[in-house]
């Protein structure tokens, strides 16, 4: 059937587009200008796909890698909690990927209609989306906890924990919802998604989800500002009091977290135009098609800016930093739960490096990571540690 032998510019008959009018329609009649604006979401999902999938090649790349130049082991794909953060957002941003290409069958026919198919894409946008929300909060409030109070540097276990629990909160909301509920995911007018009908569900099954991770971005966001500058401390005798200072010289590292929480502030941005259309619909109100579309494209594009923001600042989580410069934590280093490295605010970092032969006590003194001592008669010169001691983030 072609657009001209619809109504009103659509490929719908009479009947069908009667339908599309309903109060909770089952059908939804494209025009040829939406079937456009629903391949371009369509397209900002596929990016985000490819996107997430090319990063996911390259982790495996990096297992290799480790394994061929570190064979004994000594190493771990997810040694900190960012680690399992940022794997697990990649998962739930392919889930999210998946549901947004989906659309491309509605683009070509012109018609959204309830079924299996449409079924299957609710479930797994529902389920990309709401794992994102709940990731991306986690992954804020700890940033912003380790930060601040240096507590949960380490906690790979409770970050284990925090990923079981979104996972069985998204399955179980997921499942439960489509069944015990008729035509749980229909027509929301362009995609499948939870029905009109669902209000409640709409909210604690994803909405509320997104103001929360949005607001605890926003919220969190100025104070990690200040502390990256070095003008935000906790007082160290009561951890609910902060205190304000001058900028200090330990400004440099603390960019870390302010990268970390590139994450979150990249996601207020793909949320924002969403949360604007759908308060605008909540509020019984129309909003354009074309708005509607670039909302959601800008959302689709969230996979895709998760992965550029990741190889851009985290460069060192996931086995992204050199075999040679992996080190395991000893003694009283600590592993810098944004960075996946060990430092310290006010010490340089340092790399390991071959032993040198023939060198003068000139290069020596030039190279800087040597120690000259003498007992006696005798003089040793020993290397030191390129592995920095902390005591912080």
């Not at 339908?19 to 079937?35: A, E, W, Y």
């Not at 190889?311 to 600590?334: H, Q, T, W, Y």
Request: proline fraction near 6%.
């Amino acid at each position: 059937m072609s657009v001209l032998d619809g109504v009103y510019g659509t490929v719908c008959n009479a009947e069908q587009y009667q339908l599309s009018n309903d109060t909770n329609p089952t059908i939804t009649c494209l025009t040829h200008g939406q079937s456009i604006g629903l391949a371009l979401t369509a397209e900002a999902s596929f990016l985000s796909l490819a996107a997430v999938i090319i990063v996911l090649v390259l982790i495996g790349r990096n297992v290799l890698r480790y394994r061929r130049a570190l064979p004994k082991g000594g190493w771990k794909l997810l040694r900190v909690p960012a680690d399992i953060y940022m794997l697990s957002l990649f998962v739930y941003d392919i889930l999210e990927a998946l549901g947004g290409i989906l659309d491309v069958r509605w683009a070509h026919n012109g018609i959204v209609t309830v079924g299996p198919y449409c079924t299957a894409q609710g479930i797994i946008q529902q389920s990309g989306e709401l794992g994102v929300a709940l990731i991306t909060l986690i992954l804020t409030v700890h940033t912003f906890v380790v930060a601040l109070w240096k507590v949960g540097i380490g906690a790979r276990h409770f970050a284990f924990g925090m990923v079981a629990l979104t996972s069985l909160f998204v399955v179980l909301w997921v499942g439960i919802g489509n069944g015990i509920h008729k035509n749980f995911e229909t027509p929301t007018p362009y995609w499948c998604w939870i029905g009109p009908e669902y209000g409640a569900e709409r909210l604690a099954g994803e909405y509320i989800w997104l103001w929360i991770a949005l607001f605890a971005s926003v919220i969190m966001y100025i104070p990690l500002y200040f502390w990256m500058k070095g003008r935000l401390s906790v007082d160290p005798d009561k951890w609910y009091k902060f205190r304000l200072s001058e900028s200090d010289d330990g400004y440099t590292q603390r960019r870390s977290a302010l990268g970390m929480l590139s994450y979150p502030l990249a996601y207020s941005f793909v949320v924002l135009p969403v949360s604007i259309a759908r308060w605008l619909v909540f509020s019984n109100k129309k909003v354009p098609s074309a708005a509607a579309f670039f909302a959601v494209s800008m959302f689709n594009l969230s996979g895709a800016i998760n992965v550029l923001l990741f190889l851009i600042v985290r460069p060192g989580l996931l086995l992204f930093s050199p075999p040679e410069e992996f080190g395991e934590p000893e003694g009283a280093e600590i592993e810098d739960p944004t960075t996946g490295s060990t430092m310290t605010p006010d010490t340089p970092k340092y790399s390991h490096s071959p032993q040198p032969t023939g060198m003068s006590l000139a290069d020596v003194a030039d190279d800087g990571a040597w120690n000259l001592t003498a007992d006696g008669n005798n003089v040793a010169l020993s290397r030191i540690d390129s592995r920095p001691r902390s005591d912080g983030i």
